[in-house]
């Protein structure tokens, strides 16, 4: 298991780190500001010691990234790694977005069942269990994550469990959740956001959230 410093500072776009394990296109690093798919949220992009990373994913604890198979690397070599910091942004905006809609339709709805859930940069979804469709509730949950945000309070993120690596945010007064995601430091920095409503079939529920331009 390394250090994630995406959790300890996710504005954090390069690193110099060493690689601590090699099988074929596979490795591991000592320490990682590289975010892999979890929970929804995509990977970041980025590189590591100039070699674009192909796939990075969670394995347990650990984070393996596939480079291509000139990659070189060897183990205890330096390197660095850089993301893309204009993507990371954008997944870390559009993903306490998500998060914060997501709390308001459980504080409206109850015992909604989430049933799915994607951050791209270019917009999130959560899809839901729903028998109704949620069109009505748009505006409300809509004004009220807006006014969350504009007030631009405080993201407190930390660890629940170090050992097992299970994460939270908080907003005081608001909620505090499980998450293991990238999360920006005050509401504001999402800027304005939409909703609206994709009809997946009957029962089942999706809203797409944009960021405002």
């Known amino acids: 298991m390394s250090p994630k410093v995406f959790w300890s500072d996710p ?15 596979d490795v591991t690093l000592s320490e ?16 590591i010691n100039g070699q674009t990373v192909l796939v990075a994913q969670k394995r347990g604890l650990d984070i393996v990234y596939t480079l291509a198979e ?20 954008q997944l870390m905006r559009l993903h306490f977005a998500a998060e914060l809609v997501l709390e308001l339709f459980y504080k409206t709805l109850g015992e909604v069942n989430k049933v799915g859930a994607h951050i791209a940069p270019d917009k999130a979804r959560i899809d839901f269990a729903w028998p109704e469709s949620i069109t009505p509730l748009l505006p409300s949950i809509e ?7 504009s007030a631009n309070m405080e993201i407190i993120t930390g660890f629940e469990d170090e050992l097992t690596e299970r994460r939270f945010w908080e907003i005081a007064g608001f909620s505090r959740v499980p998450c ?29 959230i944009y960021l405002g331009k």
């Open 70 to 89: 000139s990659h070189g690397l060897s183990v205890g070599q330096s390197v660095l790694i850089q993301i893309d910091w204009a993507r990371r942004y």
């Open 180 to 208: 293991g995601g990238t999360h920006v430091k005050r509401t504001a920095e999402i800027g304005t956001i939409k909703l609206k409503r994709n009809n997946k079939g009957r029962g089942n529920e999706r809203v797409e």
């Open 143 to 149: 004004a009220a994550a807006n006014a969350i945000i």
């Open 32 to 47: 990682t500001i590289f975010f892999a798919f979890s929970g929804g949220q995509e990977s970041d992009s980025g590189t």
């Open 11 to 25: 504005y954090q776009t390069k690193l110099s780190t060493t690689v601590s394990t090699v099988s074929g296109n």
